[in-house]
Nanobody, 125 residues
């Protein structure tokens, strides 16, 4: 059974940075696409970033327009962990952040079967 455990959330001021981590277990981590999503109160869950991996091309990254240039996704396949470095945080980044796993790239949360429990990120102005 796949298990995903996020960590690294917290409360920060606008302009600050946070790094989220998601540790995966249960199947070969490097074979799967890892995504980060977020859900703010009263809003739908939305795609934030994702990263694929192949041994011959390395990683390919994807970002929502709202975080492009501020957030950076990376993964350490040896540690079965994916990271989300969040810089220049804004109040509108406030949400519960989830990592998720599936076979291939998708921005649709309904296409993911495996989810972490989420970690809260709160950005105050």
């Amino acid at each position: 059974q796949v298990q995903l455990v996020e960590s690294g959330g917290g409360s920060v001021q606008a302009g600050d940075s946070l790094r989220l981590s998601c540790a995966a277990s249960g199947r070969t981590f490097s074979s799967f696409f890892m995504g980060w999503f977020r859900q703010a109160p009263g809003k739908e869950r939305e795609f934030v970033s994702g990263m694929s991996w192949t041994s011959w091309t390395g990683g390919r990254t994807y970002y929502a327009d709202s975080v492009q240039g501020r957030f950076t996704i990376s993964r350490d396949n040896a540690k079965n962990t994916v990271y989300l470095q969040m810089n220049s945080l804004k109040p509108e980044d406030t949400a519960v952040y989830y990592c998720a796993q599936r076979q291939f790239y998708s921005r649709d949360p309904d296409e993911y079967n495996y989810w972490g429990q989420g970690t809260q990120v709160t950005v105050s102005s």
